[in-house]
Each structure stands twice: as structure tokens, then as C-alpha cells.
């Protein structure tokens, strides 16, 4: 059974970065398209970029095109998403999603990471 | 890309079936058999409960249904029970490799 477990919350001041981890379980990694997914307090969910881990390649919302950038280390079967230049309207829980079982969809999903921006 | 429109809210009495519909463009729902519906329970991660329009995971209840036509997707659930009480979201293939959500529906069993 695959599992996804994000890194803890974050605290951040405007304009700063913050970079959010999410570990796979089991030896597979390399064959998951790992997306994020972000949710602000009381908001909609909202799609922000994916990437294949097995050959890197990465694809972002335009929406956050130039602010993000999602990365992997399939050594540490571990998924990366750094948003920069932060806002207040950053303040969000970050999922990170991986189809596992079925097609273009998401049947997998880390228990969230909440990121703070606050001054 | 916009996100995809569905009701604020549905209401529903035990036992009844209650519609949720997502309407979106034919850039995403419209081109593509690749509708996704998840549900949501306060402080929790998003579950899937259809994908590929109509199909159903392992594990999820039959009582939870999906069909689309046009630019519009839907997701019925009869036999309405007390745990379907949540937020629901659609989510669409959207072509290029991006997908876009919907704005969400809470559903209140009554």
C-alpha cells in the first residue's frame, strides 16, 4: 500500500520561500506522477503543478508559473515543492497527490502540510 | 484556466439522491473523458470517489455515481447517508498535461 507523508508546518515572512517534502512508501517511486494540490483556509481546491518521477519532467499551473518549482529526489523516494516570493494569499495546506491505481486522476494523497505567511 | 462551476451547496434528506453538477468549458470537461470527483471532510485530505467520468475505485460505495454530458459533469449519490455529509469537488484533465478543480459543493444531509 502506497503512502505519502509530507513534511511538517511552515512559518514564513513575506517574500521568503518555503519548501514542502513528500515521501513515497514503497520501491515504485520512480513510476508515480506526483501532483500538488493547494487549499486555502475555507477556499476550493486548486491544482499547481506536477512532475514524473521518473524522468523529471515537470509541468506548473500558470497561475504560479515562475513562483514554483517542483522537484524529486528518487533516491529519498521524496517529492519537493518550493513556492517563492510568498504572500498572505499563500496561506494554505499543500497536498501533495499521485496517481497510483488509475488514469488521470488522484487516488493518493499525502495528509497536507499547512504553510503560514505571515509578517 | 478557470476554475470549473458547481453549486455553492446541496441539501438532501436521508434516503434521497441528490445531483452535483460541474460545468466547464470545451477546453477541459468537454474534450476529455477525464473527470475526476473527490470528497472532502473538514480537516481531511481529499478522497476520490470517481475518475474517468463514471468509474469507481475500489472501495467506494456504488451509491456514488458519475456521467457527463457536453461541457457538464455530474456526480449523483442515491440513498443519501449521514457520512456523505461533505465537500465535494470535480476536477478535469484540461489538455497540456494540466488539470483545474472545481469550485466545490457542500452537501448537507438534512
Known amino acids: 500500500q502506497v503512502q505519502l507523508v509530507q513534511s511538517g508546518a511552515e512559518v514564513k515572512k513575506p517574500g521568503a520561500s518555503v519548501k514542502v517534502s513528500c515521501k513515497a512508501s514503497g520501491n515504485t517511486f520512480s513510476s508515480y506522477a506526483i501532483h500538488w494540490v493547494r487549499q486555502a483556509p475555507g477556499q476550493r481546491l486548486e491544482w499547481m503543478g506536477w512532475i514524473n518521477a521518473g524522468n523529471g519532467n515537470t509541468k506548473y499551473s500558470q497561475k504560479f508559473q515562475g513562483r514554483v518549482t517542483i522537484t524529486r529526489d528518487t533516491s529519498a523516494s521524496t517529492a519537493y515543492l518550493e513556492l517563492s516570493s510568498l504572500r498572505s494569499d499563500d496561506t494554505a495546506v499543500y497536498y501533495c497527490a499521485a496517481m497510483i491505481a488509475v488514469v488521470e486522476a488522484f487516488d493518493m494523497w499525502g495528509q497536507g502540510t499547512m504553510a503560514t505567511v505571515s509578517s | 484556466q478557470s476554475a470549473l462551476t458547481q453549486p455553492a451547496s446541496v441539501s438532501g434528506s436521508p434516503g434521497q439522491s441528490i445531483t452535483i453538477s460541474c460545468t466547464g468549458t470545451s477546453n477541459d470537461v468537454g474534450s476529455y473523458n477525464l473527470v475526476s470527483w473527490y470528497q472532502q471532510h473538514p480537516g481531511k485530505a481529499p478522497k476520490l470517489m470517481i475518475y474517468?467520468?463514471?468509474k469507481r475505485p475500489s472501495g467506494v460505495s456504488n451509491r456514488f455515481s458519475g456521467s457527463k454530458s457536453g461541457n457538464t459533469a455530474s456526480l449523483t449519490i442515491s440513498g443519501l447517508q449521514a457520512e456523505d455529509e461533505a465537500d465535494y469537488y470535480c476536477?478535469?484533465?484540461?489538455?497540456?498535461?494540466?488539470?483545474?478543480f472545481g469550485t466545490g459543493t457542500k452537501v448537507t444531509v438534512l
Open positions: 474517468e467520468v463514471s
Open positions: 476536477c478535469s484533465y484540461a489538455g497540456s498535461n494540466t488539470f483545474v
